[in-house]
């Protein structure tokens, strides 16, 4: 048998550069790798590029060279020249409206260019009788000092559900959320950053990463707070007791059990009933579609078809066809009971920033959108022609990750971007703000870039697809700026060049991790030194707290999963670490001792607090000074992530001496009485 031959490197890679697929990228140390050629005939294949044969390539080239129209929707900063391909000067151009004004063209190399509107939002182009939308960005996403009045302001950020309340039946809550932004609203506090808040799988309990959700569109119930809706005593579940992790699969059924029996009994609550009626009468298409993707997705596991829609019968594949109609129509029961939860969920998040906003605070919830979606869920069953297939995000080699990392998530195809003009990005932004006043986008490398895999690759043997960046960021500053809300990005790892500036030119903040600021000789840059327009933080949900790296819990985590001792070096290393951050901390002025954990988070929340920053926030674990952090990259059950509660409500915890004083030093440095610059 004759193997077939492989493509010729210079037009598959020619294919590759008009697909918009990297041929090369550079690793942490920043040596170029070229990316093989097997790697990028699967990576164009999956995208929808045949590349086989020279034929093929040749096929796919003329496709997406061939000239393209104008698209649906294109996006401009408010005041800025925007450049129209093709079109001559003479041809008629109205910006419509209530009083339709003509746009005068001038000529330009590529065709004509206008003056963009100075009123930033969504207007309509009407040109030479055909129509398309154009998103004019603000000249900056809202700031920090608008929302909050304070030139340098602080928050904490919370896992939500870790947080510990009597009676939440062993998940934290949005309840919870709005207790702990009264008390530190209190403080001055004027954000809590949350973990995301998307729904997961109901029926599948033991999927519960925040960062690995079914949809992105819609809310995780279990995190819903009945107690906004219904009466005390029907408050979900007994107290766990003391136990430090959460049991998802025995949780998440005893809350889903109350849930369904406070739907069968919801006409005794005539105001929850009345408010349920009105929601579920325009839930919008999305929430409906994972309403019924939950509930044939419990079907389906019931009868042994298995969790992943992929493997269901074919007929159940298809969100469209008559048999998936005939099952809404005889489960309708069972699609509105899910519904119902989507309608908690949301009453509880809005209900909670409505008490954060009223304590003070002037920014209140911060939403985190998860980079990716996991193949098997919702948001793609109901749209898989619109996320890439065959392909998982992740990230290549790098100094922690040496094998390069596979996420097992999916995301939306920059094609399927441009052919519905944006839609599916921007529900997924306005989604997360619905109930919010700031966003975090978790990897916003991901807007200009993303590393994809191959099905059954390894983790280091994919290639970066670009994405649109300038259009993303100027619809994420849109839509903050309607929403009156902060834009936060994720902008951590190997940074693309230039992505930081066009952040800071929209005004959206990126993150300045206190072990990951340094000066040019590696040493910690100075607080003063931290980029203004920036989120400083003392560590992530990724990486050791401060307690935790004082203590070396991280190199403990690793020599445990590997079966081997701590190395000698590493523990030379961590102490030398140790003494810079002290010498660090001393330059800075801050008279924190370091003789102990206790001392290190002090001085490091009074590192990140003097910040040039206009907004700190402090992970509520470092805020307490846990060990202990919410995940460590590169385990599934090798750690317990995502599994971690609080010994005690927050609220309580935070009454402590020496937590009050680390909130108090907030408070003079950031708040009432801070100089402000």
């Given at each position: 048998m004759t193997a077939r031959r492989r493509p010729d490197p210079l037009p598959i890679e020619a294919l590759a550069r008009a697909a918009g697929v990297s041929i090369e990228w550079a690793d942490a140390f920043a040596r170029p790798h070229r990316v093989p050629v097997d790697t990028l005939e699967r990576v164009l294949c999956a995208l929808g590029h045949p590349c086989g044969t020279p034929a093929d390539i040749r096929r796919s080239l003329a496709a997406l060279q061939a000239p393209q129209g104008l698209p649906g929707l294109m996006t401009a900063d408010a005041g800025r020249e925007v450049v129209l391909p093709g079109i001559v000067p003479s041809v008629p151009v109205e910006l419509e409206g209530e009083t339709p004004r003509r746009v005068m063209l001038r000529p330009h190399r590529e065709g004509s260019v206008f003056t963009a509107p100075e009123t930033p939002g969504y207007h309509v182009l009407s040109i030479g009788g055909e129509s398309l939308r154009l998103a004019v960005a603000p000249r900056r996403a809202p700031s920090v000092a608008e929302r909050t009045g304070r030139a340098r302001a602080f928050g904490v950020a919370a896992q939500v559900y870790g947080l510990r309340q009597v009676g939440d039946g062993g998940i934290g809550h949005l309840g919870a959320v709005a207790a702990l932004a009264e008390r530190l609203a209190g403080f001055g506090a004027h954000a809590v950053a949350l973990s995301p808040l998307h729904a997961l799988f109901s029926a599948a309990p033991e999927r519960f990463s925040p960062y690995s959700p079914s949809s992105?569109?819609?809310?995780?119930?279990?995190?819903?707070?009945?107690?906004?809706?219904?009466?005390?005593?029907?408050?979900?579940?007994?107290?766990?007791?003391?136990?430090?992790?959460?049991?998802?699969?025995?949780?998440?059924?005893?809350?889903?059990?109350?849930?369904?029996?406070?739907?069968?009994?919801?006409?005794?609550?005539?105001?929850?009933?009345?408010?349920?009626?009105?929601?579920?009468?325009?839930?919008?298409?999305?929430?409906?579609?994972?309403?019924?993707?939950?509930?044939?997705?419990?079907?389906?596991?019931?009868?042994?078809?298995?969790?992943?829609?992929?493997?269901?019968?074919?007929?159940?594949?298809?969100?469209?066809?008559?048999?998936?109609?005939?099952?809404?129509?005889?489960?309708?029961?069972?699609?509105?009971?899910?519904?119902?939860?989507?309608?908690?969920?949301?009453?509880?998040?809005?209900?909670?920033?409505?008490?954060?906003?009223?304590?003070?605070?002037?920014?209140?919830?911060?939403?985190?959108?998860?980079?990716?979606?996991?193949?098997?869920?919702?948001?793609?069953?109901?749209?898989?022609?619109?996320?890439?297939?065959?392909?998982?995000?992740?990230?290549?080699?790098?100094?922690?990750?040496?094998?390069?990392?596979?996420?097992?998530?999916?995301?939306?195809?920059?094609?399927?971007?441009?052919?519905?003009?944006?839609?599916?990005?921007?529900?997924?932004?306005?989604?997360?703000?619905?109930?919010?006043?700031?966003?975090?986008?978790?990897?916003?490398?991901?807007?200009?870039?993303?590393?994809?895999?191959?099905?059954?690759?390894?983790?280091?043997?994919?290639?970066?697809?670009?994405?649109?960046?300038?259009?993303?960021?100027?619809?994420?500053?849109?839509?903050?700026?309607?929403?009156g809300a902060i834009a936060i990005g994720e902008d951590l790892g190997t940074v693309p060049e230039g992505l930081r500036a066009e952040m800071t030119a929209l005004g959206i903040l990126g993150m300045r991790v206190l072990p990951f600021e340094r000066d040019t000789d590696g040493g910690l840059l100075p607080p003063q030194d931290w980029q203004a327009e920036a989120v400083g933080m003392t560590s992530t949900h990724d990486l050791p707290t401060i307690a935790g790296w004082w203590h070396g819990r991280d190199l403990h985590w690793r020599a445990r999963i590997t079966a081997s001792d701590v190395a000698a070096e590493a523990l030379t290393a961590r102490a030398g670490e140790r003494t810079a951050f002290t010498t660090a901390a001393a330059a800075a002025g801050i008279a924190a001792s370091l003789d102990d954990a206790d001392g290190a988070v002090d001085a490091a929340v009074a590192y990140v607090a003097q910040s040039a920053c206009d907004l700190a926030i402090i992970p509520l674990e470092d805020l307490l000074g846990l060990d202990e952090s919410p995940n460590l990259p590169g385990t599934v059950d090798e750690h317990p992530n995502w599994r971690r509660r609080l010994s005690a409500p927050a609220e309580d915890l935070l009454a402590a001496p020496r937590i009050r004083a680390r909130l108090s030093l907030l408070q003079r440095t950031r708040g009432e009485g801070a100089a402000q610059r």
């Open positions: 992105r569109l819609a809310l995780n119930p279990l995190l819903a707070d009945i107690a906004a809706f219904f009466p005390p005593g029907e408050i979900a579940g007994e107290d766990e007791g003391p136990d430090a992790f959460i049991d998802w699969p025995r949780a998440a059924r005893r809350k889903l059990a109350h849930l369904r029996r406070l739907f069968d009994t919801l006409e005794a609550y005539p105001e929850a009933a009345g408010d349920f009626r009105a929601f579920a009468a325009l839930p919008g298409d999305d929430l409906a579609r994972h309403a019924l993707f939950e509930a044939l997705h419990a079907a389906m596991i019931a009868e042994s078809h298995g969790p992943d829609w992929r493997k269901w019968p074919a007929p159940l594949r298809d969100p469209e066809s008559p048999e998936v109609a005939d099952f809404a129509s005889t489960r309708a029961d069972e699609v509105r009971f899910h519904l119902f939860l989507q309608w908690l969920a949301a009453r509880s998040l809005a209900a909670a920033q409505g008490r954060a906003r009223e304590a003070g605070m002037g920014i209140g919830l911060v939403a985190d959108l998860a980079v990716g979606l996991d193949p098997a869920g919702s948001q793609a069953w109901s749209r898989p022609g619109d996320l890439l297939a065959g392909l998982a995000i992740g990230a290549p080699p790098d100094l922690i990750n040496v094998a390069g990392q596979n996420w097992g998530l999916t995301a939306i195809s920059p094609t399927a971007l441009a052919a519905q003009n944006f839609e599916l990005f921007l529900a997924a932004i306005r989604a997360a703000l619905r109930h919010a006043g700031g966003v975090r986008i978790d990897h916003i490398l991901g807007l200009r870039r993303l590393w994809l895999v191959p099905d059954g690759a390894g983790a280091g043997e994919g290639a970066y697809l670009t994405y649109p960046l300038q259009d993303l960021l100027r619809l994420v500053a849109i839509e903050a700026h309607a929403h």
